[in-house]
């Protein structure tokens, strides 16, 4: 199912889109060695697809980095998620390690090219929409100490009460997937210039990395 768009951002991003799926029953571990062995074949994987010098001319990053320039993200300083995540592996450093769910959809981002997020479910106060943020309004990200004020009009995903991410590269501290989440939405996040097939298909990926890895029932209305 779609998340709903703000029609003045249709307006201004023909084919924004983003896909979500509910995960229910889940079961977030730490890590797990069956996670590990699945990280080293991603990273192997990687390393036999991608030129370091060449990564950034592949038609999806740039469909990323073109829409980042568009609403003022420089995408050499923050790096698109699935770009920055094969640019760590082409680097030699660390596969991240969040928990099991995380890592799973990560690992479903780099073999897809497309963004992906995670809320818990159970956080979410009703709906989740996309649209412009409002002068002022306020977002707490994963690993920030205190939060940002937005200036107005970056574009944002909101719930009935709160912001739950800075679309598509920040998610909020208050949704993140922690051991204790047990109902997750999984998003798979498109820019201008990414299909829908595309986008179904990584969700697809990362719903089968996640129940291999952590269990659960997809939901798609």
Excluded at 87 to 101: C, G, H, M, V, Y
Aim: charged share 25%.
């Amino acid at each position: 199912m779609y998340i709903p768009v703000d029609g003045n951002l249709e307006n201004r991003f023909p084919g924004l889109a983003a896909l979500q799926c509910l995960l229910q029953g889940v079961k977030v571990t730490a890590s797990s060695p069956e996670v590990e062995i699945c990280k080293r074949e991603v990273i192997e994987g990687v390393k036999r697809r991608y030129d370091l010098d060449k990564l950034k001319d592949g038609k999806t990053f740039k469909a990323y980095r073109e829409f980042f320039w568009r609403i003022r993200i420089d995408p050499t300083k923050t790096r698109p998620a699935a770009e920055a995540l094969i640019r760590r592996i082409l680097a030699e450093k660390p596969f991240p390690t969040i928990n099991s769910l995380v890592d799973a959809y990560n690992m479903a981002s780099v073999n897809t090219e497309i963004a992906l997020a995670s809320f818990d479910a159970d956080k979410v106060r009703g709906r989740i929409i996309m649209r412009p943020a409002k002068p002022g309004e306020e977002f707490l990200g994963i690993g920030m100490t205190k939060p940002l004020m937005l200036a107005g009009g970056e574009i944002v995903l909101s719930d009935d009460e709160r912001l739950v991410a800075i679309y598509p590269h920040r998610d909020a501290q208050y949704t993140s997937i922690t051991l204790e989440t047990r109902n997750a939405l999984l998003l798979a996040c498109g820019v201008p210039g990414i299909d829908e097939a595309t986008l179904r298909h990584a969700l697809d990926v990362a719903v089968a990395y996640v129940t291999k890895f952590c269990g659960g029932t997809a939901k798609q209305d």
